[in-house]
């Protein structure tokens, strides 16, 4: 039998969404303290629930029907049917078999249920269902309030027993009862009485979080609860005298659970953060932090972001360090701002203390091995075809005992023009590369100044469907205004230089029997540069780059605009791929190119080499795509001295998060020399021996010096609802001194859908560490 009842009266207020996770604090049971906990959000981090290590019966508990979605007009319907109906004189009805109420992602299954008119409730009992937008429950019975016009009266919804489930957060609990509904002061609770909570098999919890009371408010979309205690194996190990915990992904301000670690330079660290939700654009994250060997540090994250501005300021501070006696801080300051579509404001601004911090408070080998420190601001402005930028630039030193000579010069300011324009409509180019800049440098003896660079161009770039051709004509004037801070002048004339290349090369391909396409494609690059003498031009910023297959078609084999590169060459390259023809996908890439020299080189940085090589070093490269693995190949082979100069190899495999596998070797060699500069190996795993347990490693050594750089290891227990992780970690720090390691325990224990026992610390490790490597505990 199927009815509709058409009024507005029947609602059933249970809406409650959980949060991916909530984030507990472990107290001692005597602690006092009010605890608030928050979930953080993580962009991009929202995961899927891996229901391949849950048992088979784990889904008996987790199981719902999607609530149907009524069109607007039909919204204020209930719609009931039922195998029978009986209407008494005082209007009440009694509904008995496959009962079916349905609202607005509302629906309601049982046996039985009874309306009264009087009290304006249905009662419910046998087999009672309730599938919300959010949330479902089952029941052994209960009552809902259709229109509740006692205000002394609080609940809409009143149910026993219940076991419930709400899938955006995967877990499930149960409760002796809940009562939902709207409040004397109109506001929007439910309260679950004698209830616990778990993302696992509730038939089989391995952890569990009880409380005598658990308090739900819909409309700031949290819950609360007192003397809450969380079991693991049935044995309690976790207390709070009172929790706050998020109900949605709205954020509120409270502490997040502790990070404790050790290690052999800063011993056992113990850090709370207190999340500050200041507004719903800006938040902060404040860490106390003690370290037994260094003291209290005071750590902070501050985050803003309006219609067109975003920033982050974060830092650390350390009144006193106990090791050195000495004030530690460490601060980053970043901001983008997009004032206009085509205008926008870059600011990075950082420092520390003393040139030993990242050592001493960091375990990535990537900061630990940061020689700079580049503080700047950056206007840009875009239109069309043309791009401008204005920087302000300050690099500091990270080593304090480097020399003030060998340190690098200030941009106050840089301002570049780059662009390019069609003429008359044609395929003719004119090109502009402009700058301007002026140095200046913390060491009064050195040269300082002003140096304008203005580059104008024409091009001809023409192709066809198997073909390119690419003719290039600048003209680089370059002027100098420079002297020394200490008074002393210098005279440098202006240079200018006529540079002409020619760029082309051809496109062959053909189809293979496997369906694939293979491609060949050579190049030409000619390129001539006639020599100026230079050598009374001060350096302020120019270098000569690593040799790589990007230098055989740049047209000046320095960077920096000190020096332009005099050149009479050729490049000759071949390139060939494996394509998917249907997707364009590129399976494989290989590239071989050298340059050859028909007159010396007589531009130098010092001035007194000239360069009489007849031709470069033969580049080559292969990059191999191929379903799960991934290959790279660089080499470098110097043909006057017939030995590979630089050579580089990684393979890397990945089938899934829990499997991956990489190996890597690098050796580099001084410039025109045997001597060997770095040959080190990088080898790195993640294995799951089963369902549960996985191990990993990372390992990179250096064959030159014959010691470990960064060697991690650890292992892993990945359950459906809870996981941990322990990690050991020792870093090369400083190979000069006998205290040369730091040697660190990193811990991670999650239980899944309530947040980790050491944050991202270790994930962060990891992620630095290991190439492919994804947090699998989320």
């Known amino acids: 039998m199927l009815f509709t009842y058409s009024t507005k009266k029947f609602s059933l207020n249970m809406r409650v969404k959980f949060s991916r996770y909530v984030y507990l604090l472990l107290l001692i049971p005597v602690s006092q303290n009010i605890f608030a906990v928050t979930a953080e959000p993580q962009p991009g981090q929202k995961s899927t629930p891996d229901l391949s290590l849950c048992p088979a019966k784990y889904e008996t508990t987790k199981t719902r029907i999607e609530p149907r979605a009524f069109s607007i007009e039909n919204r204020g319907n209930t719609e009931i049917s039922a195998d029978f109906t009986e209407s008494s004189t005082d209007g009440s009805t009694i509904l008995d078999g496959n009962i079916i109420i349905e609202r607005h992602l509302i629906r309601v299954t049982a046996d039985h249920a009874n309306y009264s008119k009087t009290n304006d409730e249905i009662t419910f009992s046998g087999n009672v269902f309730i599938d919300t937008e959010n949330i479902s429950l089952n029941a052994d019975g209960g009552t809902i309030s259709i229109n509740n016009t006692d205000p002394g009266k609080k609940t809409q919804g009143r149910f026993n027993n219940i076991i419930f489930f709400i899938p955006d957060s995967n877990m499930n609990g149960k409760a002796e009862t809940i009562h939902s509904g709207k409040q004397s002061d109109n506001t929007n609770h439910s309260t679950l009485t004698n209830a616990s909570i778990t993302s696992c098999d509730l038939l089989d919890p391995d952890w569990l979080i009880s409380a005598d009371e658990i308090e739900l408010d819909h409309d700031d979309e949290y819950g609360s609860a007192d003397d809450v205690v969380i079991r693991f194996k049935g044995v309690p190990f976790m207390y709070t005298p009172y929790m706050e915990f998020p109900t949605s992904d709205k954020r509120r301000s409270g502490l997040l659970f502790p990070t404790i670690g050790t290690s052999s330079s800063r011993g056992l660290e113990l850090a709370v953060p207190w999340y500050w939700n200041i507004a719903p654009n800006q938040d902060a994250l404040l860490t106390p932090r003690y370290m037994e060997k260094r003291g209290f540090e005071l750590g902070g994250d501050y985050r803003y972001l309006t219609r067109s501005t975003n920033g982050e300021l974060k830092g650390a501070y350390l009144p006193e360090d106990d090791i050195t006696n000495e004030e530690r801080y460490q601060y980053r300051y970043q901001q983008h701002s997009q004032i206009m579509s085509n205008l926008s404001i870059d600011i990075d601004l950082q420092d520390i203390s003393d040139s030993d911090y990242f050592n001493d408070f960091s375990n990535n080998l990537g900061t630990t091995s940061q020689t700079h420190l580049d503080r700047n601001a950056t206007l840009r402005y875009d239109l069309n075809n043309w791009h401008m930028k204005a920087m302000v630039q300050d690099i500091k030193t990270i080593d304090e005992t480097a020399s003030l000579a060998t340190r690098p010069y200030e941009r106050l300011p840089q301002v570049t023009i780059i662009g390019d324009e069609a003429i008359a409509s044609s395929p003719l180019l004119f090109s502009l590369d402009s700058e301007y800049v002026d140095f200046t440098h913390e060491d009064d003896s050195k040269t300082t100044g002003s140096r304008l660079t203005i580059k104008p161009g024409l091009r001809l770039p023409l192709s066809g469907a198997a073909w390119f051709i690419d003719p290039a004509i600048k003209f680089s004037h370059t002027q100098y205004d420079v002297g020394t801070q200490s008074g002393t002048t210098q005279t440098v004339e202006n240079r200018n230089i006529p540079i002409s290349s020619?760029?082309?090369?051809?496109?062959?391909?053909?189809?293979?029997?496997?369906?694939?396409?293979?491609?060949?494609?050579?190049?030409?690059?000619?390129?001539?540069?006639?020599?100026?003498?230079?050598?009374?031009?001060?350096?302020?910023?120019?270098?000569?780059?690593?040799?790589?297959?990007?230098?055989?078609?740049?047209?000046?084999?320095?960077?920096?605009?000190?020096?332009?590169?005099?050149?009479?060459?050729?490049?000759?390259?071949?390139?060939?791929?494996?394509?998917?023809?249907?997707?364009?996908?590129?399976?494989?890439?290989?590239?071989?190119?050298?340059?050859?020299?028909?007159?010396?080189?007589?531009?130098?940085?010092?001035?007194?080499?000239?360069?009489?090589?007849?031709?470069?070093?033969?580049?080559?490269?292969?990059?191999?795509?191929?379903?799960?693995?991934?290959?790279?190949?660089?080499?470098?082979?110097?043909?006057?001295?017939?030995?590979?100069?630089?050579?580089?190899?990684?393979?890397?495999?990945?089938?899934?998060?829990?499997?991956?596998?990489?190996?890597?070797?690098?050796?580099?060699?001084?410039?025109?020399?045997?001597?060997?500069?770095?040959?080190?190996?990088?080898?790195?795993?993640?294995?799951?021996?089963?369902?549960?347990?996985?191990?990993?490693?990372?390992?990179?050594?250096?064959?030159?010096?014959?010691?470990?750089?960064?060697?991690?290891?650890?292992?892993?227990?990945?359950?459906?609802?809870?996981?941990?992780?322990?990690?050991?970690?020792?870093?090369?720090?400083?190979?000069?001194?006998?205290?040369?390691?730091?040697?660190?325990?990193?811990v991670q224990f999650v239980f899944k859908g309530l947040g980790s026992l050491s944050g991202s610390k270790a994930q962060h490790t990891l992620e630095q560490s290991i190439y492919g490597y994804s947090d699998t505990f989320q």
């Open 502 to 746: 020619v760029d082309a090369g051809l496109f062959f391909e053909r189809p293979l029997s496997n369906g694939y396409q293979q491609t060949l494609e050579p190049r030409l690059y000619y390129l001539n540069v006639p020599f100026v003498d230079q050598d009374n031009i001060p350096l302020f910023d120019t270098s000569i780059p690593s040799f790589s297959v990007a230098q055989l078609f740049r047209d000046n084999r320095f960077v920096g605009g000190d020096r332009i590169g005099d050149t009479n060459q050729l490049t000759f390259a071949l390139t060939s791929r494996l394509l998917n023809p249907d997707t364009g996908d590129e399976f494989v890439r290989a590239s071989i190119g050298q340059i050859v020299y028909f007159e010396d080189r007589k531009v130098s940085l010092t001035g007194t080499t000239i360069d009489t090589a007849t031709q470069s070093d033969v580049i080559a490269e292969l990059d191999i795509n191929w379903g799960r693995w991934q290959s790279n190949i660089d080499l470098q082979w110097d043909p006057a001295r017939s030995h590979l100069s630089q050579e580089n190899y990684f393979l890397h495999f990945k089938s899934d998060a829990r499997h991956l596998f990489n190996i890597g070797y690098r050796k580099r060699l001084v410039v025109n020399s045997d001597v060997i500069d770095i040959e080190q190996t990088d080898t790195s795993f993640v294995y799951a021996f089963n369902r549960n347990y996985s191990g990993l490693v990372r390992w990179n050594y250096s064959l030159k010096d014959d010691k470990d750089i960064d060697t991690i290891a650890g292992i892993s227990y990945d359950s459906c609802c809870w996981s941990i992780q322990l990690l050991a970690q020792r870093l090369l720090r400083n190979s000069t001194t006998s205290n040369a390691y730091d040697n660190a325990i990193l």
